[in-house]
């Protein structure tokens, strides 16, 4: 368990106590505990005769460098949370656990040259045992100690062939991290290579226009830290520009960090990125076991990673030679911690780049209206790429009125014609819905009610297949019962999910393969990548999904997208609800038509004439954007004000609003510059029997902000109410 705060402790050994960002074994009550220096004070408040001595230094060097330690501290000052717990965050579990940094977490073996030379059968004459570790080796470029053991090969066997030098320790295959790599996709390249390709490597690409005019332009400012905000359209080549970016860094021998919002969702860019850096390449992702996370966190830590490519929480990866960090789809709300420790990963990695002093590259085809702001306001270097790569160009955008077509399952009658259209052309088509609010519910005609979850203020979902119902917000699961309760009438699924509409589309088109992604698909393992691969290789005619389909891949052969339903962004009580609807929309629509194929975007609402859609139909986010931000600041939104969300949950709703109530008041009390708004129910308001609700604070300028926010969370420490709730403080929110 990680602590809040800093504690004293006495350094009583030989010569200079450890540096800050070193580990001690330190006594922490009855027991001994891993901590971490943060500095060397040279007084303390603590009584002489209850500062405890260090048991003992772990590491020389330190684990956290002096800019990374920096940069926590930082954070935990501007998110309010305890410094134990952003450290906690911040550091593997096997460092948290005291394993040491400079051995490898487990010896992986492989032939020396001269280990390779030997005649196997030869020495199987004399040590048979010895000639199956070489043949072992032989066979597989490197094996871990484990697995050798495994073998049957005992420890000394394995000794006594290094010390012939025969075999020797060496690095862990750069393959083991998790993600399944994907091969092909990319096959054809046009156009010629540009540069001398290294052995085995595919050719690099010709530069377009926009290409070399981005480069350019991040080469000519001067070294040391700068932001960029490169806005390219869907499949424009921004990718192809940071990895030129990143080949350059590592030719000058340094580190570059790439953030991505998921990697279990971009194995084609895994696939690229390993087939062009091979072993500089270090992946850190929640789904690593500990060994390998460890493992990857230590070869940066050493520099051997020259490339680290990670989500979220990648962003406090130790980068000793940094030279350059990148933001790949910089708007994702993924960035986001939503639980604990809330930062944004986007902006620590800008925080870091400032410390750093290097230079940071924030891409989007639908920059964040924060950074959007920023770039206008001249704070960011703005880096256009309007084009596509390719012939076919942007595809075209329309809306199907659903005032004046019916529809059935989700699907009006001109989306189904068109489906049938691109089918028949050999094309493949992707339909899209809104995850949130949009999964079928179990509705009674009879007596106009739909099955709640009880301990929440949310439906339950039905998930016909299983025979199961499931709250989304909870997880609770039920058995799934077609009849009404109340009056025993056949009650119907309402509300297109994912499962219906593919339903539907296969009693449509049943000769067809239809393809489902999303959160219910991906959670069983390999299957995403099975459906990714089928769809690629033109196996799957119609692919329905989530949010899932709109990160990067590349679908050559789709050409038409529907949007199923977009009126819940616009209906959105949210003040992201918009922001979140057109990045959502442009992404998706850059699915269609890549390459040499034209592509047909179109999208079903009941509001063909909102401004909004109108901008997204121009296919101009850059004036969708302003038109926003102009709307933000009339409502005094971010990025025209800051906010913080005191956010308090539990059992007793009196009991939060009890919290809440005086947490406002001494707001209220206190607050210069800064408004003060609530308690007011969370938009959800009940989550598995727990009541919720929340305290805004809003300011035009940060620092009123922060200094109320610091003093409200001292002042309510003592409180009796503070100990009856859930609660946690949310500094630039997601959403309300
Ligand atoms: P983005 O990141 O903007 O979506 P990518 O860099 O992934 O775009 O490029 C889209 C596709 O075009 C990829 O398949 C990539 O290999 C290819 N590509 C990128 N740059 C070029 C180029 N200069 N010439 C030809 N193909 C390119
Ligand atoms: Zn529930």
């Known amino acids: 368990m990680p602590l809040a705060d800093g504690f004293d402790y006495l350094w009583t050994g030989a010569g200079a106590p450890p540096p800050a960002g070193a580990r001690v074994r330190v006594p922490f009550g009855t027991r001994e505990r891993i901590g971490i220096v943060l500095d060397h004070p040279a007084a303390t408040t603590l009584p002489a005769n209850r500062l405890k001595p260090v048991i003992k230094p772990i590491d020389r060097h330190p684990v956290l460098g002096d800019e990374l330690l920096e940069t926590l501290r930082w954070a935990s000052e501007y998110y309010h949370h305890p410094i134990g717990e952003v450290l906690s965050h911040a550091l593997p579990a096997l460092l948290r656990q005291g394993r040491s940094l400079d051995e490898p977490v487990e010896r992986v073996w492989r032939l020396t040259a001269e280990g390779a030379a030997q005649p196997i059968d030869r020495v199987a004459r004399r040590a048979r045992q010895q000639a199956r570790c070489l043949d072992l080796l032989k066979r ?28 020797e320790p060496c690095e862990p295959e750069t393959g083991s991290d998790g ?16 540069e001398a390709p290294a052995p085995g490597a595919e050719p690099l690409p010709d530069l377009t226009a926009d290409q070399t005019r981005a480069l350019e332009a991040i080469r000519a400012q001067d070294p040391g830290f700068n932001t960029f905000l490169l806005h390219g359209v869907t499949a424009s080549g921004k990718t192809e520009v940071f990895l030129r970016l990143v080949r350059e860094q590592l030719d000058a021998g340094r580190q570059t960090l790439l953030l991505v919002p998921e990697i279990s969702l971009t194995p084609q860019l895994v696939g690229r990125l390993r087939r062009r850096f091979g072993e500089a390449l270090a992946i850190l992702h929640s789904g690593l076991t500990d060994r390998d996370r460890h493992d990857a966190w230590r070869r940066a830590w050493r520099q051997q990673a020259r490339l680290v490519v990670g989500t979220r929480s990648a962003v406090f990866a130790p980068l000793p030679a940094a030279g350059l960090i ?3 789809e910089e708007h994702d709300p993924a960035y986001k911690q939503e639980r604990g420790f809330r930062y944004s990963a986007r902006d620590l990695a800008v925080v870091r780049a400032r410390r750093l002093d290097v230079p940071i590259v924030l891409a989007s085809a639908t920059p964040s209206l924060e950074s959007y702001r920023n770039a206008l306001e001249r704070r960011y270097r703005l880096l256009r790429m309007p084009k596509r790569i390719g012939a076919a ?17 989700g699907l009006s009658t001109p989306l189904v014609a068109l489906i049938d259209r691109h089918l028949k052309r050999g094309e493949q088509v992707l339909l899209f819905l809104n995850r949130r609010g949009f999964a079928p519910v179990l509705f009674c005609p009879e007596c106009a009610s739909a099955e709640e979850c009880g301990r929440c203020d949310a439906r339950m979902t039905v998930h016909a297949r299983a025979g199961r119902m499931r709250c989304h917000h909870c997880g609770r699961e039920a058995m799934l019962h077609w009849s009404c309760p109340a009056c025993g009438n056949e009650r119907l699924a309402v509300g297109a999910g994912t499962q219906r509409v593919s339903d539907a589309l296969r009693s449509l088109f049943p000769e067809r393969r239809i393809a489902r992604l999303d959160r219910d698909v991906s959670r069983t393992r390999g299957a995403l990548a099975t459906v990714l691969e089928e769809v690629e290789s033109g196996e799957t005619d119609i692919i329905v999904g989530t949010q899932m389909l709109t990160k990067g891949h590349d679908f050559p052969r789709v050409t038409l997208v529907g949007i199923v339903n977009a009126d819940q962004g616009l209906l959105g009580t949210d003040f992201r609800s918009e922001e979140r609807l057109a990045q959502t929309i442009v992404q998706v629509a850059g699915r269609a038509g890549r390459r040499d194929r034209p592509g047909q975007v179109v999208i079903q609402t009941h509001y063909p004439r909102h401004p909004l859609l109108a901008a997204l139909v121009d296919q101009d986010y850059a004036a969708f954007a302003r038109l926003a931000l102009d709307e933000r600041r009339l409502a005094e939104w971010p990025p025209w004000s800051h906010v913080a969300l005191w956010r308090a949950e539990a059992h007793d709703r009196e009991a939060v609003y009890r919290f809440l109530r005086r947490i406002g008041s001494t707001a209220r009390e206190h607050a210069e510059d800064v408004q003060v708004l609530g308690p007011a129910a969370a938009p959800l308001e009940r989550v598995a029997g727990r009541h919720r609700a929340q305290i805004l604070l809003q300011a035009a300028r940060r620092a009123p902000l922060h200094r109320l926010v610091g003093l409200i969370a001292d002042a309510s420490r003592p409180w009796p109410e503070t100990r009856r709730v859930r609660w946690a403080i949310d500094i630039d929110p997601n959403g309300l």
Do not use: C, F, M, Y
């Not at 697995?147 to 066997?157: F, M, V």
């Not at 329309?398 to 004046?404: A, E, F, G, P, S």
């Open 393 to 409: 160009g942007v595809p075209a955008v329309r809306t199907i009125d659903l005032n004046q077509h019916v529809s059935r399952h």
């Open 140 to 167: 597989q470029e490197r094996v871990a100690q484990s697995d050798l053991r495994r073998a049957g090969l005992t420890a000394a066997i394995i000794g006594r062939l290094a010390t012939k030098g025969w075999i």
């Open 179 to 194: 993600v399944e790599p994907a091969d092909g996709g990319n096959a054809a390249q046009p156009g010629g290579a540009a």
């Open 326 to 328: 990148i933001v790949d």
